[in-house]
């Protein structure tokens, strides 16, 4: 069994957390998670793109003119495809974009990105995280005591009202419950904190 080191809100050792050596010593697996981070993307599509066809298209059925003798082609309709402002031919539609991903290939690749996140010292782990007040401020002095980069991920057990206010004028900083964590979210941040009521219960469902 592996441990983590943890540490209190003055950068200082408050203790360990074991993690199982099956989760740890996951390859990482690039397609996997290529995988899950497109269907993330795409499910957060909105696919409300659309174009009208010519039954859409607001316009009289009337003939436009005769049929011969005018010296110009036959047209029957303002709405077709060929004309101006007519309707569209084959054009998008809204959809989702959203696909089914087998569940072996999400948890591998969930496993996958948090071994490489630990193997990158990509992982801190705080004994807690409990704020006081909403001011950002005082968030940020204590990520800058932590000796964090710029881009930090904050994973808590239940995210609290004054963590929540305390971060959002911090572009930099995002806050997530473990709930909501996914491979996406891991991949784009530099670094992960994890309150450890968090993590002990986040890998959890990374040992099923």
Known sequence: ???IKTVDTGNKAAGEIEIDD???ETPYHRKAVSEVV???LAA???GTHSTKNRSEVAYSTRKLYRQKGTGSSRAGSAKSPIRRHGGTNFGPQMRSHAFRLNKKTRRLATRS???EKVRQDGVLVLDSLTLTDSKTRNLKALLTKLELPAKVLIVADEVSDNLRLAS???PDVHV???RSLNVYEMMRYTKVIFVKDALEAYKERLGR
């Open 1 to 3: 069994m592996a441990t």
């Open 113 to 115: 990105v948090f071994a």
């Open 44 to 46: 957060n599509q909105q």
């Open 168 to 170: 959002r004028n911090l």
């Open 22 to 24: 099956s989760i740890l």
């Open 38 to 40: 497109r269907q993330f």
């Open 176 to 178: 997530l419950s473990y």
